[in-house]
């Protein structure tokens, strides 16, 4: 069996890491990097420290707008398709380059494999939503993390074609925890310089275009760390560094430890050691909940339903009053509860290609 392995983004690359070392063992796989995110720090650093093969094409498209991005990432897929003509298009989540790789491979008529399919957050201002909905509508294996992501599907009647095999983000958390400590970890500030990792800290992440996109609420998520019993460390994205920066410097909050993003061994570190999130990733939301910590969201959709129980994670606006009540609400633990799957995910992504293969041809 012959994979076309499509990633443009940093989660794009923790996934594919623990399905890609499944799946080379007995297949093989053309890895494909959009080019997305090409930071060091949001691209190879994952590529080196999860052992990801080098990518057998990178196309550089990054920047622009959401059409001009995903336009020219289909043009040049298109082309990679056709000379490398696999069985599988396989793709990852949400991102324009995901959107981008379906609609190419399916207009080309291969089979696509959507991993994170079904997840939705019914939001329209949310420029993902988008993507999961026409690359679900395109996809042959519509590969779900969670139970009620897989019964999102029969909503669109997409059922029939879905299967639920669990996360493999959680396989990853699995396999990659605690492979570093966080008095190894130098956090490399924004401002330049480096420092240690607090032994009391909250981790915060925001970028979404929702939160990022105006200085009001940069700022109460910021103004919120003010009130916090502990300084707090935030890894800025790209997308919103100078406009963190601008609002450090303008109206100076001192208990924010403002740096470079971290790789993902120190991000899933920071996150288990960590006193509280705060974040609007999906990502970020899941790893808290594995580890057990308590999370506020700054989001007003639900994209992961299976961790907003128990207090474990909660919605707030961005509104530093309510993030830090939100904050204050107690978690309950109930060990056995485990929606994102038994770690095993990866296996039965690869299975689920190979079973259809063999049922259909
Ligand atoms: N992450 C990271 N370095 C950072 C911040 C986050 O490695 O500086 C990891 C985080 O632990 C999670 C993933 O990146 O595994 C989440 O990616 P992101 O927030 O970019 O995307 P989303 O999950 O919102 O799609």
């Avoid at 070392?21 to 999860?50: C, I, P, W």
């Avoid at 909905?133 to 042959?140: G, L, Q, Y």
Wanted: proline share 5%; charged share 25%; with cysteine.
């Amino acid at each position: 069996m012959k994979v076309l392995t499509v990633v443009g983004a940093r989660p794009q690359f923790i996934k594919a890491a623990v399905v890609s070392h499944v799946l080379r063992k007995a297949h093989e796989e053309v890895l494909v990097h959009t080019g997305q995110h090409f930071d060091y720090n949001m691209s190879e650093q994952f590529f080196r420290e999860l052992d990801i093969p080098d990518p057998d094409y990178n196309l550089g498209i990054s920047g622009g707008s959401h059409a001009e991005m995903t336009g020219r990432m289909m043009i040049a897929l298109e082309q990679v398709m056709i000379r490398e003509a696999p069985d599988w298009v396989l793709v990852y989540g949400d991102t324009n380059s995901t959107l981008a790789a379906a609609l190419a491979a399916a207009k080309l008529h291969i089979p696509i494999c959507h991993v994170e399919a079904g997840t939705r957050t019914h939001s329209k201002t949310n420029p993902e939503e988008i993507n999961r909905i026409c690359t679900d509508h395109v996809s042959t294996l519509l590969l779900a993390s969670t139970k009620s992501a897989y019964e999102e599907m029969a909503n669109e009647g997409l059922q029939g074609r879905g299967l639920l095999v669990g996360d493999p983000m959680f396989d990853a958390f699995l396999q990659y925890s605690n492979k570093v400590d966080p008095e190894e970890i130098q956090l490399k500030l924004l401002e330049g310089g480096g420092r240690e990792v607090p032994s009391q800290y909250y981790y915060l992440t925001c970028h979404r275009e929702e939160n990022t996109g105006r200085d009001e609420d940069l700022l109460e998520i910021f103004k919120a760390t003010d009130l916090l019993d502990a300084e707090t460390v935030y890894p800025v994205h790209p997308r919103n560094k100078s406009r963190a920066l601008r609002l450090i410097k303008e109206y100076h909050f001192p208990n924010i430890i403002l740096t470079e993003p971290v790789g993902y061994l120190e991000s899933i570190c920071l996150v288990n050691h960590a006193k509280k999130i705060i974040t609007d990733s999906g990502g970020l939301q899941r790893e808290a909940f594995y580890a057990e910590k308590k999370c506020v969201t700054i989001l007003d959709f639900v994209c992961w339903p299976e961790t907003m129980v128990d207090g474990r994670n909660e919605l707030s606006q961005p509104n530093a009053e309510e993030i830090i009540e939100k904050l204050g609400h107690p978690q309950k633990i109930e060990q056995k509860y485990q929606p994102f799957g038994d770690g095993h995910a990866s296996e039965k992504i690869v299975d689920a290609m190979m079973n259809y293969e063999k049922e259909n041809n």
